[in-house]
Structures are given as C-alpha cells and as structure tokens.
C-alpha cells in the first residue's frame, strides 16, 4: 500500500488526543489503526503548554503505529477554540472574455475576491466555503461550472484563527515528530462525519460537545452559513459535579459518566449513588436525582448558549433537520431532551459514519471529529476536494480548501 493511498488524522481534544490511520480501498476508507491519549497541556481546545500537548500526540500516535503497523509522519489536524471566528462575504468577477460560460478559473478568481476581506494581522484564514452563486442575477446556483453568463458572484462563509493559536498547534504537532498535511476547523470535520446530503439541504444544526468547548455548524440550503465556539463543555459539567459532590474530578467524571442525567423527574425517587466525599471515611448514598438537580442547570445553560447561536444563523423554522449532537458531551442522558425543550427544535445524538474496519475502537460520538478528518484527508489523497454535500469537485473552485497549505510551508 502506497503512502498515497493511507490517511492519517489527529485529534486534539481538551479531554482525548486521538490518532487514527486509514487506508483507501476499493469499499472506501478502511481504519487500520487508532491510538488515544489523555489531553495534556490543552485547555478549552486551545494549547497552553506545547511541551506536554506533544507528550500526548506522541504517545496516541505511538499506540496508532502500534496497532497498524504503518509509520505516521504527517495528519490532517483539527483546529478549535475560542479563537475561531466566521464571517461572510461576497466576490464579484467577470466571467472570461471569449469563453461566456463560467470555468474553474472563474469560480477561483471568484473564491479568491471573497477571500479578500479586512482581516487583522493577527489572524489567518482557515477556511473560505462557498454558499451559494450568482450569474447575471440568478441567484441560487449551487454549481457555477458551465453555466453561460458574464458576471459570476459567489457568497462565501469566512472562518479564521489567530495566528498564535495557529503556530502553537502546528509545533505541538511537530514537536511530536510529524508534518501537518492540512488544519481542518474540528466542527466541519463532525458534520462531515454525522450528517448526509438530505440534512444539509433541509438545513440543519450540528453540535460537537467536548471537554472545554462547544462548537456549533449551521447549514442552511445545502451551504455552512454560521460557525460558533462557545466556551463551555462537558468538563464544566464535571466540576458542578465536583464541587456539588465534595469529590475530585475523576471521581465527579466517573460519577457522571455512570449515573449522570440533565432531567430529575425521569428518575426514580429511590435510585442512589454511592461514593466517597472528600473528608468521609465511608462511602455514602446520594440521590440520582441530586446528581441531576446539579447537572440540569449547567445543561440548561449551554442549551440556551446554543439557542442563541442558532438565532443568529436564522429563525428555527430554517432548520427543519433540527439539531444533530455529537462529541463525548452529547452522551450525557437526557441533554438531548434539554435542547429540543430550550431550542424547540427535534435534536438528536448521531455516531460518525463512512468509514470502515475497526469499528468499535473509532465508533462512538466521541470520535465524530477523527472520522470527520479521515474523510477530509481522502479528498486530497484523490487529488479532489468535495464539498460537505459529498459532491466532487474538479480543479481549485468550490472545494472547501483551508488555503493554510502554503502559510505553513512557509512558517517552518
């Protein structure tokens, strides 16, 4: 197996970095090995100490190695935190002279002229995704190629990342001895694995639910048309539970992992919880129903930060394919129901999906985010880019590119 044909992809959670490596077959992405590690040295997505992050990458990359048995020297890398913001914007070009119908190097010049917003020094752009494009008026155009017209205008969601945030990632990553291949925002990566083509079309919301943040994607028509971090994740819920408990936090995390719910009323009065609070010699019996009087709260709280985002983005009846949860968070029970209440919009828990192989070590919400770039980094190893419709597209036009490629190669 050529290396042009295997795929590699890192993870870096605040919780989990996960590597994982796949292979390109004629069934699709084949997984033939995954290697998790717990965070270090990351908080809210973002790195803070870059010595003991790339301990982490190391050591999940050595497990993935492990089990496969392919060396890993580059990956395609997720990029959060609360330093991503999203703007949108318009180019406007006209379509060559001669031609009267548009071609890749019109949707590229096109792409381009969106690109050239005002953005601060300080910052870098990620991604440019194209929404939607306009020939002579018409509106709507999903698909610009061979389309007769002389004037081309595209609408394009604008993602960028600071430029620090960016370079502390890329020396975690070679630090621990690999190349970046490609920085992917983590919420594209999530969408690309939970969702189909019918839900973007009918609009939909995807939340990816990890340790320090929440991220959110809104598709509207088949088109990105909002991307949001917000600062709060399951840790957070945690250390309710830590402080509510008397406990540390691993025993908070494990206590809601196992017994864990956002609703009181779903539960029987009688179940109990037994553990161990800081300054008692013997194990004690809480309520379940205590554990979610402090659980519901926060959940409430982040349900209502995720309402917000989705208003920004439209109104709720946008969004019929309502809200898709992902991420290790979402496998807290009863928060979906919290979300539909708050955002009374359908929402549900959704597991990656496209890929194949060692299913049980990459099934699971919580590794929505390393399937996602898998798929991402298959693209370019076809020498293609698609869209999150999952459709191809030929030559540099309407691919969802981070346009990072070279700013990287130049920066190490």
């Known amino acids: 197996m050529t290396r042009s044909r295997r795929v590699f992809a890192l993870d870096l959670g605040t919780t989990k970095v996960c590597c994982a490596i796949a292979e390109l077959d004629s069934t699709g992405l084949r997984v033939i090995g995954v290697g998790g590690a717990v965070s270090r040295g990351i908080r809210k997505g973002a790195v803070i100490e870059i010595d003991r992050a790339a301990e982490a990458v190391a050591e999940a990359v050595d497990l993935a190695e492990q089990m496969s048995g392919v060396p890993v020297d580059s990956a395609v890398v997720g990029l959060a935190g609360t330093s991503i913001t999203s703007q949108n914007s318009r180019g406007v070009v006209a379509v060559s002279a001669g031609h009267r119908e548009v071609r890749d190097a019109d949707v590229t010049r096109a792409v381009e002229a969106a690109r050239a917003v005002s953005v601060p020094s300080d910052r870098k752009i990620l991604h440019v995704l194209p929404q939607q494009f306009t020939i002579d008026g018409q509106e709507g155009v999903r698909d610009a190629l061979g389309m007769a017209g002389t004037r081309l205008e595209v609408d394009a969601h604008i993602i960028t990342g600071t430029n620090t945030a960016i370079q502390n990632v890329v020396k975690v ?6 190349d970046v291949d490609d920085l992917v925002l983590q919420i594209l990566a999530s969408a690309e694995a939970v969702i189909g083509e019918d839900e973007l079309d009918r609009g939909v ?3 990816d639910i990890g340790g320090g943040t929440t991220d959110v994607a809104v ?4 088109s990105i048309i909002h991307t949001a971090v917000i600062p709060v994740g399951g840790n957070h819920v945690s250390g309710d539970l830590a402080v509510g408990l008397r406990c540390d936090l691993e025993t908070a995390e494990a206590t809601k992992r196992a017994y864990g719910h ?3 009323l779903t539960l029987p009065a009688d179940a109990e919880v037994q553990l161990t609070p800081m300054g008692y ?6 309520p379940q129903r205590f554990l979610a009087e402090i659980i519901g709260p926060r959940a409430r709280e982040m349900a209502q930060l995720i309402a917000e985002q989705v208003e920004k983005a439209g109104p709720p009846s946008s969004f019929p394919g309502g809200i898709v949860l992902t991420g290790g968070g979402s496998l807290l029970r009863g928060f979906a129901e919290v979300i539909q209440q708050v955002t009374d919009l359908p929402a549900r828990v959704a597991a990656p999906h496209g890929v194949h192989g060692m299913n049980d070590e990459i099934s699971g919400p ?9 798929r991402w980094g298959a693209r370019g190893r076809l020498g293609r880019h698609v ?3 999952g459709k191809a597209q030929n030559g540099n036009g309407q ?3 981070s346009g990072l490629g070279r700013w990287l190669r130049e920066l190490f």
């Open 205 to 207: 919301v995807v939340v």
């Open 387 to 389: 869209a999150l419709t």
């Open 366 to 374: 919580h590794h929505a985010t390393v399937v996602g770039l898998l």
């Open 219 to 222: 598709f509207a028509k088949g």
């Open 281 to 286: 010699d013997e194990p004690v019996n809480i």
């Open 173 to 178: 990553v070679h630090k621990a001895g690999l």
């Open 262 to 264: 956002c609703l009181q």
């Open 399 to 401: 691919h969802v590119g």
